[in-house]
């Protein structure tokens, strides 16, 4: 069974540049996550997608993060502009449903200079 | 709101000797909680988890206990091997708050040969 995929795995940007990333999760998989890793910390949730539903996007910076998942399956993250503060590692994760195991995808790691 | 401390890392230790990684949460209810392995280069994959009190979670010869008295879940493995290298993370996650996992910073552990 193929995993959850993330593409880019690295992107370095300048500052007020903007930046998508994309994920495709595992097949079948109804719940869609998104979490930002700063380095030294523990992934926090950016957006949490049930279908093509946004359940959770209550800590997602909205004035400059933006995530959509159309058919409900694949799921774009953008940040525009970016800051050096976003310097991170953006994870996706997918589960069957709400409440059962999340799977990783391997991440992409953000540089903003 | 809920959290999760664990801690601090790097934990060194030499092949074969006995591990404990301290997580202690905060969360009102019945929390599940977990314990997530990042290995080198690799993305976050659960390691094992509890639903409810006094449960163990076992899995690859690491075990944990669901204490709710002591608020904790401390991960331990009898006898460490150098492919155990890897950062651990406890989580927690509840129901009533979509299932969202809450992560402490994340343990890094160093196995000497």
């Known amino acids: 069974e193929a995993g959850v995929a993330q593409s880019p795995r690295y992107k370095i940007i300048e500052k007020r540049q903007s930046v998508a990333f994309w994920c495709n999760p595992i097949?079948?998989?109804?719940?869609l996550y998104w979490y930002q890793q700063i380095l030294g910390q523990g992934p926090k949730l950016l957006i949490q997608?049930?279908?093509?539903?946004?359940?959770?996007d209550s800590q997602l910076p909205k004035d400059r993060f933006s995530a959509e998942r159309l058919k409900g399956v694949d799921s774009t993250l953008k940040i525009q502009p970016a800051k050096l503060e976003d310097s991170a590692v953006y994870l996706c994760?997918?589960?069957?449903?709400?409440?059962?195991?999340?799977?990783f995808g391997p991440g992409t790691r953000l540089t903003v200079l | 709101g809920d959290s999760v401390t664990q801690m601090e890392g790097p934990v060194t230790l030499s092949e074969e000797a006995f591990l404990t990684i301290n997580c202690t949460y905060t969360?009102?209810?019945?929390?599940?909680l977990f314990w997530y392995v990042q290995y080198p280069g690799e993305g976050l994959q659960l390691l094992l988890k509890?639903?409810?009190a006094d449960d163990k979670g076992s899995n690859k010869g690491f075990e944990a206990t669901y204490r709710k008295e002591t608020t904790s879940f401390h991960l331990e493995k009898g006898s460490v091997q150098v492919s155990d290298s890897a950062v651990y993370f406890c989580?927690?996650?509840?129901?009533?708050?979509?299932?969202?996992?809450?992560w402490g910073a994340g343990t890094k552990l160093i196995i000497k040969p």
């Open positions: 989580a927690l996650s509840r129901m009533d708050s979509n299932y969202q996992l809450i």
């Open positions: 969360a009102t209810g019945y929390p599940s």
């Open positions: 997608f049930q279908n093509n539903g946004v359940v959770d």
């Open positions: 509890a639903t409810k």
């Open positions: 994760a997918s589960s069957l449903n709400r409440g059962n195991e999340q799977f």
């Open positions: 097949s079948g998989h109804a719940t």
